[in-house]
C-alpha cells in the first residue's frame, strides 16, 4: 500500500503577510507607544497641578518654606514625580509679588523718580525647592545677589530685575496689593520619545 505525501506548496502569500505586518506595525508601534506616553502625561499633569495648588495654599498661608523642614513637605507632596529637596526631575518656584505704589516708594524714602520700580509688580520673596536647574520661573529671574538667605529680595523698589515679567498680563494688581504664586515644572526623561515627542516637562501655575 502506497502512502500518498501531500507536498507543501508556497504560493507567495506567506511573504506578502509579513510585508503587510511590517508595513501595518510601522504605524501601529509608534501610535501604541505614543499613545501609552501621553496617557502618562496627562496623569503627571494633574499630579503636578495638585502639588502647585497644595504649595501655593500652604504658601499664602504664610508657612515659611525657606526652612528646610518645611520644603520637605513639598518634596512629599510631590511623592512619586522624582524631586528631592536640591534636585531630582522636578521644580517647585514660590513668589510673593506686589503692585508698587506711592505709599511704599514713600515709606522707603524716595520720589516717585528715584523709585524705579514704580507702578510695576515686584517680585518680594523667591524660595526654590527641588532642582534649580530646570526650568525657569515665568515670571523671572531677580538677580540672585538681591536674595537673602530666607529668600527675600532686597532693594526691589529701585532694582529692574526684580520686576514681575509680564505679571499685569496674568492678574492686574492694585497698588501695595499682594499675590502668592506657585510654579511647579516637572520632567519625566523616559517617557521621551525621539521624534515623535521630544518635550515631557509639565508645567502648573497657581495664584492666591
Known amino acids: 500500500m502506497r502512502v500518498m505525501r501531500k507536498r507543501a506548496r508556497f504560493d507567495g502569500r506567506t511573504g506578502n503577510a509579513i510585508i503587510e505586518f511590517a508595513l501595518v506595525s510601522t504605524v501601529s508601534i509608534p501610535l501604541l507607544v505614543g499613545t501609552v506616553t501621553v496617557g502618562h502625561l496627562l496623569v503627571r499633569a494633574i499630579q503636578v497641578t495638585q502639588v502647585s495648588r497644595d504649595a501655593g495654599h ?26 528631592s529637596r536640591t534636585g531630582g526631575y522636578g521644580k517647585v518656584i514660590l513668589s510673593k509679588v506686589m503692585k508698587v505704589g506711592p505709599e511704599e516708594c514713600a515709606g522707603a524714602g524716595l520720589s516717585l523718580a528715584e523709585c ?68 511647579a515644572y516637572f520632567e519625566a526623561p523616559w517617557l521621551r520619545f525621539p521624534g515623535f515627542l521630544d518635550q515631557t516637562g509639565v508645567y502648573a501655575r497657581t495664584i492666591f
Open 58 to 83: 500652604m504658601y499664602a498661608r504664610y508657612v515659611d518654606f525657606s526652612l528646610p523642614a518645611n520644603q520637605e513637605l513639598i518634596v512629599r507632596l510631590a511623592r512619586g514625580l522624582g524631586m
Open 116 to 183: 524705579t520700580n514704580y507702578n510695576f509688580p515686584v517680585i518680594l520673596q523667591r524660595i526654590v525647592i527641588g532642582n534649580a536647574n530646570l526650568r525657569p520661573s515665568a515670571l523671572g529671574e531677580p538677580n540672585p545677589s538681591l536674595l537673602d538667605a530666607q529668600g527675600n529680595v532686597t532693594s526691589y523698589l529701585r532694582e529692574p530685575s526684580a520686576r514681575a515679567v509680564n505679571f499685569d498680563a496674568i492678574l492686574r494688581l492694585e497698588p501695595g496689593e499682594l499675590a502668592y504664586v506657585s510654579e
